[in-house]
C-alpha cells in the first residue's frame, strides 16, 4: 500500500535510533534499579486517634508525637542515591473520617529562600517548592496513584496517576491543608477523607511514598528511593503504609449544583442578563465504580486558550480545560494531542471557532480495577446559528492481560441533528489499542482507528505508534502516525488530512565532574518531524532539529541553541499570515533559534526565544520575551509579546511584521481566594480580549465567581458577529460530600 511505501524515507532514522539504543544501553541503563521485595521496603505505621486534629499547619497535637515517623529521604534528582540535603519527618494518623498526615521539612537557608510562584490550585511541580502525598492502596501497579501536594503556603495541588504514564492533572478530590512557615523549616498538615480515596475491602496495607521538591538548590528527594530515569508515581519502587484500618466504603455521593447570573452586550444593542441553574452529581458504586450526571453544564469559570500565530501547515492543539472534561479524561484519551486523537472533548459544546455552545446535560460511567477499566460518556448539545446540536456517545474498554500488558477497544458516535439546510448524519470511529510495558525503560504502544459518514459515505483507517526509551542518561522516542484520506473523526482531533507522520526524537543527558558547579546537565537534543501524503506516499515537508546546545542549571534555568532544516512541498498556496501568500512549490530553508529562561520561581525571572534565518523564499526573525515579576507569592505579573516580521515572503515578496501581546495579573490574598486579568492583542487577528476572574473557595471545592469577558474585533465582522462584546458572569457552585 502507497501509505506505507512513504514509511521508506525514514528507514535511515530507524537504523540509527536501533544504533543508539543499543549502544547506549549497557553504558547507562544498569543506573536503573530494579523494586525491592516488599519486605525489603520502608514500612510506615498508621496510627489510630480518637481526638480531633486541627488543620492548621501545625502538628501540635498529642497524637502526632506518638505516631512513628517516616525520615532519611533519599535524592532522586539531581543526583540519585545521595542523603537528602535537608531532612523531612513524615507522621500519618487515621480515624473514622479522615487519613491525617503531618511533615516537617527542614529548610536552613529560610523563608526568603523559599521557591513558590503563586497561590493558585493545581500549580506546576517544578517550579514550586513542594511536599507530595502518593497513594496506591490496591498495591498495583495497574491501578491508578492518586497524588497530593502541598506548598509551604498551603497552596493545593491532586494528580491521579496511571499505569500507562497518562494522568488526570485537574482531577480534584475533596481534601483539606495547611501550611506554617518556620525559622528554618516549614510544616504542613492534611486531611483526605476517606470518601475522596478508592481503596478494596479488608485493606490494611497500601502502597505510599512521600517527596519533596526542594526548588532553591533543585533537588527532589523520597522516603522510598525510585531510580532517576523514573518517576515517583511508579509506586513498584514505594514504600507501605500498615496497620492501616479504613472503613468499609458505604454511601458515597457528591452533589455540585450552580446558580448563576449572566450579563451579555453584544455592540450597542444593550445589555441581556440570563439566569441559569444546573450542576453534576457523582455516585460512587464502590470504590471502583464511579456514575456521573451533569445538567445544563457550564464552564464560565475555565481558563481561556492562549493566542497563537500560527506559522506551520498543521492545525494548532488547543488543550482541555474544562473541569468536567478534564476528569477522567486519560481513560478516554488514545493516541498523541497534537497529532491524532480519534475522541477530543474540545469537539463538544465548542464550536470551530472555539465559542461556546449550549450543553444541555450528560452521563458519565467509570470502572477502574486491577484488570479491567470500561467508561461510557453520552453528552448532548444544542446548536447556534453556525452550527447543528448534536448526540455524542463514547464507550471505552481496557484490560490487563498481564502487569505489563494492556489491550483497549473504543466507540465513538457522533449524531449531527438536521437543520442549516444540512441532513442529519451520523459520524461512528472505531478504535483498537494497546500498551506494552517491555521493561521498566521501555514502553510500547499503538492504536488503529477506522471512521466512517453517513451522509457523505467518506470512510478510511488511521493508525498510530511510539517507541519509548528512558534510561538516567538518555531518552529516545519515536512516533508514528498515518490518517488515510478517507479518515473522518468529527469529534476528534488530527493535526491535518491525509498524512503520514514520523517524529524521532533523541536526548542525551550528561553531567561531569568537571562542569561547573551550577550546571546540572548538558543535554543535546535531535528530533525530526516529517511528513508525506497517505493516498500517493508524496513527500510534504519535513524538519530536522539539531540542538548542539543544551544546558540545565541548579537554579532550574535552561539555555539553549538550536539549528533546523526545513523542506517544504506546497501544491497549493499557502497563507501563514494575512496579506502573505506562497506559492504552490518546493522549498529549503534553515532556521537558527536561541532560547533561555531564568529561574522561573525567583521573583523577578525572564523567558526569551530569538529565532532568525530563512523562512520559504523569504527570511523570518521571530522575537518572544517574557518578563515575570512576583516579589511575592500573592502578587504576579507577567509580560509577554511576539513578534514576527517577514522580509520578502511569498509570491509578492511581502514584507509584514505581526504583534501578540499579553499581560497577566495575579494577586491572592490567600490560597482560597485569587484575582486574575489575562488580556490579549493579537494584529494578524486584528482583535483583542480581556478576561477577568474572581475567585473565593469558601469551602473545599465550593466556589463564587465573578468573570468579565470582553472581546474587541478591529475589523469588519461577517453579518451576524459583532464586532464588540462584553459579558459578566456571577457563579456559585457548592459541594456537597456525603
Not at 98 to 119: E, H, M, T, W
Request: proline content about 6%.
Amino acid at each position: 500500500m502507497k501509505i506505507f511505501t512513504a514509511l521508506r524515507f525514514s528507514k535511515s532514522l530507524c537504523l540509527l535510533a536501533a544504533f543508539i539504543t543499543t549502544g547506549l544501553h549497557p553504558l547507562y541503563a544498569q543506573e536503573a534499579f530494579a523494586p525491592l521485595p516488599v519486605a525489603n521496603r520502608p514500612h510506615l505505621q498508621a496510627t489510630r486517634v480518637t481526638g480531633p486534629i486541627n488543620i492548621d499547619g501545625i502538628p501540635d497535637e498529642a497524637a502526632w508525637n506518638n505516631a512513628p515517623a517516616a525520615a532519611h529521604f533519599t535524592t532522586a534528582y539531581p543526583r540519585q542515591g545521595d542523603k537528602a540535603t535537608y531532612d523531612t519527618e513524615v507522621r500519618l494518623l487515621y480515624d473514622d473520617k479522615n487519613i491525617y498526615i503531618s511533615a516537617r521539612c527542614d529548610f536552613p537557608p529560610g523563608k526568603k529562600s523559599l521557591q513558590v510562584q503563586d497561590l493558585r490550585r493545581d500549580f506546576s511541580y517544578s517550579n514550586n517548592e513542594l511536599f507530595e502525598i502518593l497513594i496506591d492502596p490496591f498495591k498495583d501497579p495497574r491501578m491508578p496513584v492518586m497524588t497530593f501536594c502541598v506548598t509551604p503556603y498551603g497552596t493545593q495541588m491532586d494528580i491521579m496517576h496511571y499505569a500507562d504514564f497518562s494522568y488526570d492533572y485537574k482531577w480534584d478530590a475533596v481534601w483539606q491543608a495547611a501550611s506554617k512557615i518556620q525559622e528554618h523549616s516549614w510544616t504542613t498538615e492534611v486531611a483526605i477523607p476517606f470518601t475522596s480515596l478508592r481503596y478494596p475491602k479488608n485493606s490494611t496495607e497500601w502502597s505510599i511514598n512521600f517527596a519533596r521538591n526542594i526548588r532553591f538548590i533543585g533537588e527532589t528527594n523520597g522516603w522510598s528511593p525510585w531510580p532517576q530515569a523514573f518517576s515517583e508515581t511508579q509506586l513498584a519502587y514505594g514504600g507501605i503504609l500498615t496497620n492501616i484500618v479504613p472503613p468499609d466504603a458505604g454511601f458515597n455521593l457528591r452533589v455540585e449544583p450552580y446558580a448563576l447570573v449572566n450579563a451579555k452586550r453584544a455592540d450597542n444593542n444593550g445589555t441581556h442578563y440570563k439566569p441559569e441553574v444546573g450542576g453534576e452529581i457523582k455516585y460512587a458504586i464502590n470504590s471502583n465504580t464511579l456514575l456521573e450526571g451533569t445538567i445544563n453544564t457550564d464552564f464560565a469559570q475555565a481558563d481561556v486558550d492562549k493566542q497563537v500565530v500560527n506559522l506551520s501547515r498543521s492545525s494548532v492543539f488547543f488543550p482541555e480545560k474544562r473541569q468536567f472534561f478534564l476528569e477522567n479524561s486519560s481513560l478516554f484519551s488514545v493516541g498523541q494531542n497534537s497529532i491524532i486523537q480519534p475522541f477530543f472533548s474540545r469537539r463538544i459544546g465548542l464550536s470551530d471557532n472555539g465559542s461556546p455552545l449550549t450543553i444541555n446535560g450528560g452521563l458519565r460511567f467509570i470502572h477502574q480495577d486491577n484488570k479491567q477499566s470500561a467508561g461510557i460518556l453520552v453528552m448532548k448539545q444544542n446548536g447556534d446559528t453556525t452550527e447543528n446540536g448534536a448526540l455524542f456517545g463514547v464507550f471505552r474498554y481496557k484490560r490487563s492481560v498481564s502487569q505489563r500488558l494492556q489491550l483497549g477497544a473504543m466507540e465513538v458516535l457522533r449524531q449531527n441533528f438536521a437543520g442549516l439546510n444540512q441532513s442529519a448524519s451520523v459520524n461512528p470511529v472505531e478504535v483498537v489499542d494497546a500498551f506494552w510495558q517491555v521493561s521498566q525503560p521501555l514502553f510500547i504502544r499503538g492504536m488503529a482507528s477506522y471512521s466512517g459518514n453517513s451522509l457523505s459515505g467518506q470512510k478510511g483507517p488511521a493508525a498510530f505508534a511510539e517507541f519509548n526509551y528512558s534510561a538516567t542518561h538518555f531518552f529516545i522516542d519515536w512516533f508514528q502516525t498515518a490518517v488515510s484520506k478517507g479518515y473522518q473523526a468529527q469529534t476528534g482531533f488530527t493535526a491535518r488530512d491525509n498524512f503520514i507522520n514520523t517524529q524521532p526524537t533523541l536526548y542525551i543527558f550528561m553531567h561531569k565532574k568537571w562542569f561547573p558547579k551550577n550546571v546540572q546537565f548538558f543535554s543535546p537534543q535531535f528530533t525530526a518531524d516529517i511528513y508525506h501524503e497517505a493516498s500517493s506516499g508524496k513527500f510534504q515537508e519535513a524538519s530536522v532539529v539539531v540542538m548542539p546546545l543544551q544546558l540545565f542549571f541548579t537554579n532550574q534555568s535552561h539555555l539553549d541553541f538550536s539549528i533546523t532544516s526545513s523542506w517544504e512541498n506546497l501544491t497549493d498556496n499557502f497563507q501563514p499570515v494575512r496579506n502573505v501568500d506562497i506559492a504552490a512549490a518546493n522549498y529549503h530553508f534553515n532556521r537558527y533559534e536561541f532560547y533561555g529562561i531564568t529561574n522561573a520561581a525567583a521573583p523577578f525571572s525572564a523567558e526569551t526565544r530569538l529565532s532568525t534565518g530563512g523562512y520559504y523564499n523569504g527570511r523570518l526573525n521571530s522575537y518572544y520575551l517574557s518578563l515575570r515579576a512576583a516579589p511575592v507569592p500573592q502578587l504576579s505579573l507577567v509580560m509577554s509579546y511576539t513578534r514576527n516580521d517577514f522580509k520578502n515572503v511569498g509570491i509578492n515578496r511581502e514584507s509584514a511584521t505581526t504583534h501578540l501581546l499579553a499581560p497577566e495579573l495575579r494577586v491572592a490574598a490567600n490560597p482560597k481566594m485569587l484575582l486574575s486579568a489575562f488580556y490579549q492583542y493579537n494584529t494578524d487577528a486584528r482583535n483583542g480580549s480581556l478576561n477577568a476572574r474572581f475567585s473565593w473557595e469558601y469551602r473545599p471545592l465550593s466556589f463564587i465567581y465573578l468573570v468579565i469577558n470582553s472581546v474587541n474585533n478591529y475589523y469588519k465582522t461577517p453579518f451576524g458577529i459583532p464586532q464588540r462584546q462584553q459579558g459578566g458572569i456571577m457563579k456559585l457552585t457548592y459541594i456537597r460530600q456525603i
